[in-house]
């Protein structure tokens, strides 16, 4: 999409785009895709261009002043849910309250909000595909602050809430899902499959050009980004394996009951209102795992 492009639906700014949360594994792929189609976007986080603490109000609300973006985009989080249940204050601090300064920033300005939310909010109806209209479950902490982070974000006139699940490298601290399954499968680690907790993880590099081409839309409200096709954590990894045509000899189908903080385990979103507005069908798993060895390839070079 060019910049001429965002210029015909967004007000007048500098700054195209701001990115909280920017060198997250969410965060870095966005700001990728936003200099892929030269948009002049910044990085806001504790390393980031504009280096803020999202849990610093008055640093957070004097960046917001200073920058006036066209579009905000909200990919902040502490997405750990065992560190959530530790620390709901500290959760809610990064999780939440962020949402809630922006969307009082956009009401005043006119700001394309875009808050990343979560898909975890449903539990016990196995494969099943939720749309956005659905009941939610609030199962823990992590569900809790992302919830309310959406609730905030939807007091702004032009928000749109992407719940998602995604997957992809580097992460900050190398330990994302995708990360962890590469080490099992690599080393042949004893390790425990989830075979009943199913989801729509989406490559993080599709998720963000998504992201930004929703951003630029007009549509509002609640949105689900993810992949096209609902699997399980154990499918996920095997599949990952089965395209290493590396063995799983060690690991083992568990249930996801045997996490000591509660989680959701029947994550698949229906992701056919975001496919109505891209114009174009989400991947499946087969293309995620490809998207994920390509991305690899490069990193390793």
Request: with cysteine.
């Amino acid at each position: 999409m060019s910049l001429g492009a965002w210029a015909c639906c967004l007000p007048m700014s500098e700054v195209d785009l701001l990115v909280l949360g920017g060198t997250g594994l969410a965060g870095r792929a966005i700001m990728a895709s936003a200099r892929r189609r030269n948009l002049n976007a910044i990085a806001v986080a504790r390393g980031g261009e504009l280096p803020v603490d999202v849990r610093d109000e008055g640093a957070l609300v004097r960046a917001l002043a200073d920058v006036r973006p066209r579009v905000i985009v909200n990919a902040a989080a502490i997405v750990s849910a065992p560190a959530c249940e530790r620390d709901p204050a500290a959760t809610w601090l990064v999780n939440a309250r962020p949402a809630a300064i922006v969307a009082s920033h956009a009401r005043a300005t006119g700001a394309r909000f875009a808050q990343i939310s979560t898909d975890h909010y449903y539990s016990g109806d196995g494969r099943r595909r939720h749309a956005e209209d659905e009941p939610v479950r609030l199962i823990n902490e992590y569900g809790r602050s992302k919830y309310a982070a959406e609730a905030f974000a939807l007091t702004a006139p032009d928000a749109i809430v992407l719940r998602t699940n995604f997957v992809g490298w580097p992460s900050v601290l190398g330990s994302s899902f995708a990360e962890w399954a590469m080490g099992v499968i690599e080393q042949d680690l004893p390790a425990d499959l989830y075979d009943d907790q199913f989801v729509s993880s989406l490559d993080v590099w599709t998720f963000a050009d998504g992201v930004l081409d929703l951003a630029c839309g007009d549509a509002l409200g609640v949105v689900n980004l993810g992949a096209g096709e609902v699997f399980s954590k154990a499918e996920f990894v095997q599949a990952l394996a089965a395209r290493m045509a590396r063995p799983l000899t060690r690991a083992r189908l568990a249930s996801v009951g045997l996490q000591q903080s509660p989680r959701g385990d029947s994550l698949g979103l229906d992701v056919s209102r975001a496919e109505g507005i891209l114009g174009h069908p989400l991947p499946g798993l087969e293309a995620v795992i490809t998207s994920l060895m390509a991305h690899l390839e490069d990193r390793r070079s």
